[in-house]
């Protein structure tokens, strides 16, 4: 990106309203807390949007200066407008804008519309340590990070999953009560780019682990789009070689041609 | 497969019956071509569908009984019903069926909700030669196959496209017109198999081509379901190992257990 | 294959000849136990060899009779013959013979040559508990096997590693210490398949366990040539379309011709 | 990288000395030829070595320093040191230089020693075109360039070709003559990437088109190594979770202990 990458946070924001764990842990919402860490960064600039705002956060004139899209949806996935899954899905695939969803987006319907599966799997919550082990510890995503990420308490979440192969798979999430999880998940879907990653139950403080926005901050550029991306033509092409080819006459017909 | 595997050819079957120049290579249907072959085969067991039977040839028994579903549509991806194409998806995610999408069924509703894109890209009608270069030459796939297959005359499609990155690329087509295409598309969703294969335009005889129909041949027992696919937990799972967790009292807030 | 698989098991064989706790549980080597399995399947047919016979167990009519080969070794790698890790490597690349590796094998001269990279990585014996998570839940290789195998005792080798991304990754390593491992990958070398399976410490009886050597027999299968693999041609080689080409003079100089 | 990316371009620089007509193209080689571009770029630093300087140019200090190597070789292949071949691989495993391979240096050493196979396939010098289609139009590798880069007139490599799988398909080529090759291939081994980069016969003016330069220099940004990359223990390590393990006593018999 020439200019500022600039990004909106959406969030569902509905436990935080209703239970009081989470109002403590995330007064402001989810997305406020990821505002306050991303904010720092300059080459970032950061809007936020929740199911509760006007077109639910995400109107026309949002969604097109929107570079990258964070995700963070639970209860509600359902009630958000298919209009703007929609617009957000063709966006991502024709390269405008790339998208990061977090924890339980996994089940939001514009990451099931890119993944091309269900959703839902194994689940847990019995305040149970989570190490998300780095296996690609060349790639840009873990700048900065060790061997792994070590939250003491979260939400489990196990394999087998439905979500497909990832191109790229980055982190490994272990759990104490005996699972496994691909944690972190880079897909490429048309010209746009998509990372997954595990961590981030509205119970826990998660959202201010210095590893865990780490990540986010570095899969905020990797989704980015390119400043050059190619022009890509569909339909109905000429030959890019002189070829024999042929047309079709007033009956359908085929009739041969240079 | 312990039995037989039991193969549904589907087929749109519109241009057959209204084309003269379709009508005369394949007067029973595209999918009375493939089933005449696959029909050899001691393994498998074929049956045959169209849009124009009752319930557009998919009643719900015959979606049960279907191991592996083979699919060419092209003018009528729109007119398959919506609940139709949700049984046939979850059949794949569950690992109960496998499927073969033909040429222009990449833009078959059930494709694009399987691959998360939205289909459409580079075609071309020349009468232009393609050549289908083998790059997993180990594959199960290419069994029997040489370098690569030729094709005198086919439509083109064209690089790049909105396809997802496949778990595995079998097939590179090379066309005379200056364009190459990703034709040999082997995908996992779910615990099913799918694979995509370019090759089929309606106007010439390419399912009579031998090594066309040994590649889907190969591709049918490929994607076939395994005979004793594991049987997943979902929802809300114990721990495997002892931690201490927690329940929820009457309130909603959180009581430590073990 | 059409006819039988032709298997040799290959044991560096060292450690149940010297020490007390291995002798007991292997008391004729891992491949013996290994080769008591395999030789219940009707399809396939088994040999074994170690370091201790003649050529290493691995003259070249055995090697040219071998389609599958199941490699287990730990303290002796360096021991191996280069010339035989030669051959071997290059009967692998030509779609000849597929190759399962066992546990510490990920260290052996020969794995390391097919994978690019230097081996190493962590380890730990403390007698722990090892879960194998399947990931890819329709894959041949775990036909018959459930959500995961269970072994109550295991050496831990942990993330990250420096073996590169499989094509296709099958197995995830839990380990009650706290670490992950990709524990089954399945890799193309060529026109050859390997693949690599982690379980195996000869201190414990992995190789009794039902699901571990379901696993390796299903592999077995899986790595196996195909029945008619392409002749592929290499060199110097005509235009398949006519070009204007050139030869060279007697001077090494371009002269143009059709 | 926090600082300038150096990168060391190392060229075989044989032919540029000894044939008029690579002499004509190359007069100070093909090392030159991508310096002088690449010294445009800001946030590179430039340095070149042959075969024929002391070290093979390339002693411990040039190694020590180089960020990013970018290797062509051709006839040469053998005679480079197996000792400067082992420093090489070593430094890319760990993280601390990335590589780019032009051309027929997917034959050298260093690019067998990193992929596991053995090189080869096929070839045609006929003066012919080659298109690089873009298959990851996302891609920052393919930051700026359109849907193709035309060459033409290219010496033509064919698939099947023995490399293995890429991490990321970027280009794959069309040829005049009839073939496909993967043009452009992404590789990570152990923290270190790698790249694959198909064109630049020595007899054409390959290294002078501007999208070839182009990504060349965004290949070098991308296999850069990270500002911080993980350390990564190997080795012997403690269990991260209490659980009861064992010692040796002199006799090397197992002492259970927590």
Known sequence: MAGKIRITIWNEFYHEQRL???????PEGIHRALADYLENAPDLEIATATLYDPHQGLPDD???KTDVLIWWSHLKHEEVSDAIVDKLHRRIIEGAMGAIFLHSASGS????R??????GGKWREAHEKERL???KPGHPIVDGIGEYIELPHEEMYGEPSNIPEP?????????????VMRSGNAYTRGKGKVFYFRPGHEEYPTYYNKDVLKVIENAARWVAPLNAPPSITTGNVPSLEKIKGFHRDGHGNRIESV
Chains 1, 2, 3, 4 share one sequence.
């Open 133 to 135: 082990w780095v296996l």
């Open 109 to 112: 319907k514009l990451f099931k």
């Open 167 to 179: 191109d790229e798979l980055i982190f490994m999430s272990w759990f104490e009560g005996g699972e």
């Open 62 to 64: 949002v969604i097109e």
């Open 20 to 26: 009081a764990v989470v109002k403590e842990i995330y």
């Open 114 to 119: 890119l993944m091309g599966t269900t959703g």
